[in-house]
C-alpha cells in the first residue's frame, strides 16, 4: 500500500485518509464504531472540521478506545523527502508501542480571535492537546483569503498556537483553484485541501502539480463529489490514480471502510473499460453538476447559488434532520426567492440552467419532507 509524504510537514501517512463528514449522520455509536474500525484496518489520516457538527468528538472517542498516539514525537527527522515521493512498500512498524495517527481539523474563522476560540474547541472536542494540521476552512474568495492573512486574521492564530506547541502545521481548504494558487505563490500554508474527483479533475493540471513542486501537502476531498457519484469504486481509483496525494473519503459504516480500504490495498490502475464508463458519466453530470466555484455570485436575492443545487448531497451527508438545524437551512430557504431572472447563468463557466436546477432542488427537497 503506498505511503505519501505531506509535503513540508515530514508526516508520512497513507495515500488513503478517513473523511470526517459522513460519520454526523449515523448514532454516536455506530460513528465510533466506524472510526475505530478504521483506525485498526491501518488508517493513519484523519481529517475532521469544526463544522461537522459531531464529528470531532465522536472521533476523539475512537481514538482513545483505538490506543492509538497522536502527538509530536514521531515527526522527529522524517521531513527529508520531497512531497510526492513514495517509497515503494509501507515502511516497517514500530517494533513496540503504539502506532501513531496524523489528525487533522479546521475552522471556518476569519480572525485571529475567532479562530483562537476554534481551535481550542477543537482541541477540547477531540480531547487531545495537540493536533498536527489544523486549516482555515473553505475561503471561498479572495476577499476572504485577504482577510485570513491580514494582521489579525485566523493564519496569525494558527502561527501562535504553533509556536506554543497547540499545532503543528497550519493549512488551507477552497473549493476555488485561484485562491489555492495565491496561497502556494504566498508560500504561507504547509498543506491545501482541493476538490478532486472525476468530475472535477481541473487541480490536476494546475494546483497539484504546483503544490508538488513548492514541496506543499495536498489532501483530496470530495472523491466521490460530494456523494454524487455512485460508483464509489471507479471514484476512488481515479482520484488514487493521482500520485503525491492523500485521498479523503469519508464513510458512516465499516463495510463501506472496507469496500475503500480494499481498492486502495489493490492499488490497480483503472482499466480501459472504467476509463470509458468516466467518460460517460462525466457526459451526463456535466450540465448539473455544480462544482461549488461562486463565479455565478453575486445574486441580486442573495441565493447561495451552490448550497441550493447541492442540497442533495447535503441530505445525504448530514441527514434530513441535522441540515435543518445547520447553518445551511437558512440559505436553501433563501431559494424560494430566486426570480430567475438568469444573471447568475451568464457568469458560471460550466453554463448550467441554475435557476431550473434551483427550482428542481427545492422540488425534490419538498417531496422528500
Ligand atoms: S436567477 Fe435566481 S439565483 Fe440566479 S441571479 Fe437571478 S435570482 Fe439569483
Ligand atoms: S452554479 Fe456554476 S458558477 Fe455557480 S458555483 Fe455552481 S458551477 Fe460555480
Aim: proline share 7%.
Amino acid at each position: 500500500m503506498q505511503r505519501v509524504v505531506l509535503g513540508r510537514t515530514g508526516l508520512e501517512v497513507y495515500r488513503l485518509g478517513f473523511g470526517g463528514i459522513p460519520i454526523q449522520r449515523v448514532s454516536e455509536e455506530q460513528a465510533v464504531e466506524t472510526v475505530r474500525h478504521a483506525l485498526e484496518a491501518g488508517v493513519d489520516f484523519i481529517d475532521t472540521a469544526r463544522g461537522y457538527t459531531t464529528s470531532e468528538r465522536r472521533i476523539g472517542l475512537a481514538l482513545k478506545q483505538a490506543g492509538v498516539v497522536v502527538g509530536p514525537a514521531a515527526d522527529k527527522g522524517a521531513a527529508t523527502e520531497p512531497a510526492g515521493e513514495e517509497p515503494a512498500t509501507a515502511p516497517p512498524r514500530p517494533p513496540s508501542g503504539p502506532r501513531r495517527v496524523v489528525v487533522a481539523s479546521k475552522s471556518p474563522a476569519r480572525t485571529a480571535a475567532a479562530m483562537r476560540t476554534d481551535l481550542e474547541t477543537s482541541l477540547r472536542e477531540l480531547d487531545l492537546d495537540y493536533l498536527d494540521v489544523y486549516k482555515c476552512h473553505f475561503v471561498a474568495t479572495m476577499a476572504d483569503y485577504e482577510q485570513v492573512i491580514a494582521p489579525g486574521g485566523a493564519l496569525e492564530a494558527l502561527e501562535e498556537a504553533r509556536a506554543e506547541g497547540l499545532i503543528g502545521h497550519v493549512g488551507i481548504t477552497s473549493h476555488r483553484l485561484e485562491v489555492l494558487e495565491r496561497a502556494l505563490d504566498d508560500g504561507l500554508f504547509d498543506v491545501i485541501m482541493v476538490c478532486f474527483s472525476f468530475l472535477e479533475p481541473q487541480a490536476r493540471e494546475t494546483v497539484i502539480p504546483e503544490a508538488r513542486a513548492r514541496n506543499v501537502g495536498v489532501l483530496a476531498m470530495k472523491p466521490f463529489s460530494g456523494g454524487v457519484i455512485d460508483d464509489a469504486r471507479l471514484a476512488l481509483k481515479y482520484a488514487l490514480s493521482e500520485p503525491g496525494v492523500v485521498v479523503l473519503a469519508g464513510v458512516e459504516y465499516p463495510h463501506l471502510f472496507d469496500e475503500n480500504w480494499r481498492v486502495f490495498q489493490e492499488g490497480s490502475p483503472l482499466t480501459p473499460e472504467e476509463r470509458l464508463r468516466l467518460t460517460e458519466i462525466r457526459q451526463t453530470f456535466a450540465k448539473v453538476f455544480c462544482r461549488r466555484c461562486d463565479y455565478c455570485q453575486p445574486c441580486p436575492q442573495g441565493v447561495p447559488i451552490q448550497t441550493v443545487l447541492g442540497v442533495r448531497q447535503l441530505v445525504k451527508r448530514m441527514g434530513k434532520e441535522v441540515l435543518r438545524e445547520s447553518p445551511f437551512w437558512p440559505g436553501i430557504q433563501k431559494g424560494h426567492e430566486c426570480t430567475e431572472c438568469e444573471e447568475c447563468m451568464s457568469r458560471c463557466p460550466y453554463e448550467l440552467p441554475i435557476p431550473d436546477l434551483i427550482r428542481e432542488n427545492l422540488r425534490w427537497l419538498d417531496e422528500e419532507e
